[in-house]
Structure formats: C-alpha cells, structure tokens
C-alpha cells in the first residue's frame, strides 16, 4: 500500500542537516511505493532542493519567507501545518533536534495525534508500521506500532542510514503561499556558544572529555586528535560543572544524546547519567586511570592509561595514517 509521507527538511545557517536526509530514508519506508515529499521552510532556501532529490524526495513543497528567516514554533507550525492541510499525509517524519523536538509535538497537538519521538529504527510487522525507540534512559528499547492517521515520528540523528546519493535524481517542486501571522517571539541575533565545527548530535566521531581532563586547558590534546579525526568535542557534566568547557557540550541524560559511530571517553567514569547520553554509540573507546572505571563496562575498547600520555600518541597515529 503506498502512502504520502512528508518529512521536514531541516535548515540550519543555509545548510541541510542530515537527519533530514535520514528522515527521507524513513520516509521512504514508510511510503512504501507512496511519495516522500520534503517540506523546505525558509527563507532563500530553494537552493537545497537539489539535494534533497538526490537523497530519495520524490516532491517538494516549498515555503519561503521573511518571516521564516529564523526558526519560531509559531511561524514553523503555520507553515508546516499549511503544508499537511495542503497534501493530507498518511505519515510525518522530522528529525528529533532541537527544532524537532520544540516543532513536533506542537505540530501533533494542532493535528489531535500522537507522536512517537526519538526513534532509531522503523520497519514493518506484518502489515503494521513498527518504531523502535530508547527508554529508561538507553538501557532498553521499546517497539511501537503506529496507529494514528497521520503517523507521525521524528527520528534520532545517525540511526537510520541516509539514500545512496543519486543526483540524477530530480522532481517536482510545489510552491506554497503561507501567510505567517501573529508571531509571538521574534529572533533578533543568534550567539553561537560553540565554535565552529562538527555539530555534536551529528557527528560520526566524538572525543568527549571529563573531569579528567583537570582544566579548560585540558581540552587541548582532545582538540588535536577531534581535529585529525573530523570529529566534535563532547564533555560529560563533571567537565562542564567544573568549568572547564561550556555546557552546550554536555553529554547525558540532561545533556545531548550522541550515537556516533566512534564515541571516545577520556578520563570520563562512567555515571549512568553520562552513559544514558552515548551508549548507543557504535564503537566506545575509554581512556582512564582507573581500571574499574564503569565506563569500560559499556566500552568496545579500554586503554587504563593517563590519557595526558594516550590521546597525543593516538593523534600523532591518526596523523600517519591519514598520509
Ligand atoms: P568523575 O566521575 O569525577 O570521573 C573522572 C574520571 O577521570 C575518573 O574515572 C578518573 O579515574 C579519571 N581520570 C582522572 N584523571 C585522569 C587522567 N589523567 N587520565 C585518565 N583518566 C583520568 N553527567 C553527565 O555526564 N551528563 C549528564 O547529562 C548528567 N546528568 C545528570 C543528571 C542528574 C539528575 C544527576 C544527579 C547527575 C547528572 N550527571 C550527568 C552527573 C553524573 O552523575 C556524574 O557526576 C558525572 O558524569 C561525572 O563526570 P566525570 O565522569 O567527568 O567525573
């Protein structure tokens, strides 16, 4: 049976985010031999357009304007509620970012459904759709069968694979007048707390530093190898509480939930906090002193050493074989 499945393409500073791409790949399950039509909301962003052809939409519906400049829930879920009432779905897909977690249930109320957040798979049971998300903190996974019409999901960055990108790809474009009224908060600047750089919940790779680090300084060695590796820097709250790096870099379960394909803890313990954040991550490396630290419980790979001495060999090895 096909369905109409709309997922929305997630813009941040001009630039696609992946889970958007990932979500088409959801949708496209979904959809059966249905439609995955992308929603692009902005302003100035028609560009992008292309790239979501190329990673499997089979339709865009595109919405642009001035008030859209920056995100606002108001001014997103006039949109994107114009965009439902324009294609009538039999599913929705979002990332489940920060956008998508503020957006998604604003969106599910307005529309009277459910909505199952943070899923990391999706596959069919029999003729049901069926989503596969954490609970307890990542120390289970629960299955969920979708009954709502429409269904509606947002998806967890770097679980579900993206197409193979096609660029002969291409399809239609439908453009859609929305009138944004009434928008109750207005976005003046934004102030970047973090460098530039990997964005942490869609990294492949992640060096995270803890109270082991002993200061900002710290940092530094876990800098160079993030550096040699493309990855971001991550913390756990032990870094960020004492001062040592911003709180934007928390991981755990009042921090960023992670699943890189390469998540490496230096001199992090391992507190079940932390551990709700990463340990869903591919591969685990733990660099600590203490060899009955919990973190090598969750850990693929553990190396006791001072991770003072451990992380600059790992970077001086990386950088040999990137030659
Ligand atoms: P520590 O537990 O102090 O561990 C430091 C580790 O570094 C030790 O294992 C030590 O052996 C090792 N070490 C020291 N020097 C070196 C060296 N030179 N080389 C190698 N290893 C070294 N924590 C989070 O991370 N994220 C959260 O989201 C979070 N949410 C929380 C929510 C609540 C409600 C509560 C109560 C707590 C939360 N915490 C969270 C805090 C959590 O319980 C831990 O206190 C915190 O994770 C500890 O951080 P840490 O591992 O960096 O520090």
């Known amino acids: 049976m096909g369905r109409k499945v709309l997922v929305l393409a997630e813009v941040r500073e001009g630039t696609l985010r992946h889970v958007s791409l ?3 790949a959801a949708g496209k399950t979904i959809a059966e031999d249905g439609e995955t039509v992308a ?3 902005g302003k100035d962003v028609s560009g992008l357009k292309e790239e979501l052809f190329h990673y499997g939409a089979d339709r ?3 919405i642009e304007n001035e008030k859209l400049a920056s995100y ?3 001014g997103y879920s006039q949109a994107f509620l114009a965009a439902v009432d324009a294609e009538s779905p039999n599913a929705i897909v979002f990332g489940h970012t920060a956008l998508g977690k503020d957006l998604a249930p604003k969106i599910a109320s307005k529309l009277n459904i459910g909505l199952i957040s943070d899923a990391t798979a999706v596959e069919y ?3 049901h759709i069926v989503f596969t998300r954490p609970i307890y903190s990542g120390k289970a996974f629960e299955k969920k069968i979708a009954t709502d019409s429409p269904i509606f999901a947002t998806i967890r960055p770097n679980n579900i694979t993206a197409l193979q990108k096609d660029e002969s790809k291409t399809g239609d474009v439908k453009t859609l007048a929305v009138d944004i009224k009434d928008l109750r908060t207005i976005i003046k600047e934004v102030v970047r707390k973090t460098s530039e750089g990997v964005d942490l919940t869609e990294a492949k790779i992640i060096i995270a530093g803890g109270r082991g680090v002993k200061s900002a300084e710290g940092f530094k060695p876990l800098q160079e190898l993030a550096d040699v590796l493309g990855g971001a820097i991550g913390a756990s709250r032990g870094a960020c509480d004492a001062d040592y790096c911003d709180y934007s870099l928390q991981i ?3 921090g960023k939930v992670v699943t890189p394909d390469l998540y490496i803890a230096c001199g992090i313990s391992g507190a079940i906090q932390h551990l709700a954040g990463m340990s869903n991550s591919k591969v685990i490396v733990a660099i600590n002193k203490d060899p009955e630290a919990n973190i090598f419980n969750v850990a693929d790979y553990g190396i006791v050493g001072d991770l003072f001495e451990v992380v ?4 001086e090895e990386f950088k040999k074989l990137k030659i």
């Open 125 to 127: 049971a029999g003729e």
């Open 39 to 41: 929603v692009l909301v």
């Open 60 to 62: 865009i519906v595109l």
């Open 312 to 315: 600059p060999l790992l970077t």
């Open 72 to 74: 606002s829930s108001d």
């Open 22 to 24: 990932e979500a088409i």
């Open 252 to 254: 755990g379960q009042t």
